[in-house]
């Protein structure tokens, strides 16, 4: 009896051991975790506030002019006889090399004629003198007294001077006229397009061509009220100043040259259909014909960009375009890594960049990332930072302490 006993007893027994095992386990078992796990800060990017002195570019565009060009004519006209071998378009020529010849026969016999006109009213003159002074010894030997002019022959002798004077300016013209049939170029240049050919005709005031100056090349930049807010005014006007540096570029067989130049003058004048002002660049030697000035010689025509060196300012801050918003605005991130909104003041806005004068100082970190709704306060983290702060890892750890 006693053994039926025990076995009724024993399995009851050892269900509440296990029992009891089972709570002493339960209770040594960490408690989850109650409330919702810290959320990540947003990740931002930002750059940093430096201040530093800024010097301004104005960009600008135009094509490449010669600062001379003129169409030559002929001043005399006649057959053409002997044209130079560089006579052809895109030919150089020094200043005073001949271009073409006319036929000189007919003005050298021009020229001798005017100068026997010469000889014979030499001649009359001198003969008309010494008749003025026997008539003069005539008339003292005869009568006393004031002499008239006539009997002094003064008239005739007026007369024959003025003569001298026509046959001596006859003279001038021929020997000019001989000059003008050697055509030359008027300054060290190009000849751009040739019109006379040898053996032709041609009247006076023909054109033979359009001849361009290479000494000096000029382009045509237009520029804004804001673009010349940018720009020293002193130097551009300045009669001393070789004027603010112009870097001119242009890509010329595929591969991008510059050249330098500076910008003398504006023209002064605002254009009444575009409201803007014209600056003039000069480029010296673009040909390369005095000195070897530039990489690349510098073709008449050719569309270029210049880039005109402007005023300096101090103290800017240069920040990307999208990182101030249309009030004047930007997103700071402070050492909590909270954002701050903040004022400043644009000094210049570019196309990419924006340059700030001020409401911010150095070091500070100014957010770029665009961000849908920010708010002032908004934790955020930067690259680098942990995930989850430690400090905010701990604080459910901490509440889950006390509630155990």
């Not at 008749?131 to 009997?151: C, D, K, T, Y």
């Amino acid at each position: 009896m006693a053994v039926h006993k025990r076995q009724i007893i024993l399995p009851f027994v050892i269900i509440l051991f296990a029992l009891f095992i089972l709570v002493v386990l339960s209770s040594m078992r960490p408690q989850p975790m109650r409330g919702q796990p810290p959320r990540p800060a947003v990740l931002v990017e930002v750059v940093e506030v430096e201040k530093k002195d800024e010097t301004f570019v104005v960009d600008g565009y135009g094509t490449v002019n010669p600062r001379y060009q003129t169409q030559i004519v002929t001043e005399v006209s006649g057959r053409v006889v002997r044209i130079s071998e560089k006579f052809v378009a895109g030919g150089f020529f020094q200043e005073g090399e001949v271009l073409l010849e006319i036929d000189p026969s007919d003005y050298e016999a021009n020229l001798e004629d005017a100068r026997a006109n010469v000889a014979r009213a030499q001649s009359s003159l001198a003969t008309e003198r010494a008749l003025g002074r026997v008539a003069e010894a005539e008339w003292r030997s005869i009568e006393a007294g004031e002499i008239p002019e006539l009997g002094l022959r003064q008239p005739q002798l007026a007369s024959e001077l003025a003569n001298l004077r026509a046959a001596e300016a006859q003279l001038d013209r021929a020997e000019r006229n001989l000059e003008r049939t050697v055509v030359r170029a008027p300054f060290s240049g190009l000849l751009q397009a040739k019109q006379a050919n040898l053996g032709q005709y041609l009247g006076v005031g023909t054109s033979i061509g359009m001849f361009y100056g290479t000494e000096v090349a000029e382009v045509r930049v237009p520029l804004t009220d804001y673009d010349l807010s940018f720009l020293d005014q002193q130097m551009i006007n300045s009669e001393t100043s070789a004027g603010p540096s112009v870097s001119v570029t242009a890509e010329v067989a595929g591969e991008f040259r510059s050249w330098q130049g500076h910008l003398v003058r504006t023209e002064g004048v605002l254009d009444p259909t575009s409201r803007v002002i014209y600056g003039v660049v000069e480029i010296q030697d673009p040909y390369n014909r005095e000195h070897r000035t530039h990489e690349t010689p510098l073709q008449f025509g050719r569309f270029v960009t210049a880039n005109v060196e402007g005023v300096t300012v101090q103290g800017l801050i240069e920040l990307p375009r999208h990182a101030i918003n249309t009030n004047g605005e930007v997103w700071v991130v402070t050492e909590e890594r909270l954002l701050e909104r903040r004022e400043v003041v644009s000094y210049r806005l570019d196309e990419q960049t924006v340059f700030v004068s001020s409401g911010l100082e150095n070091g500070e970190l100014v957010m770029t990332t665009q961000l849908d709704n920010p708010l002032p306060g908004m934790k955020v983290r930067l690259p680098g930072d942990p995930l989850i702060p430690q400090e905010e890892a701990a604080e459910p750890e901490a509440e889950n302490g006390e509630e155990g």
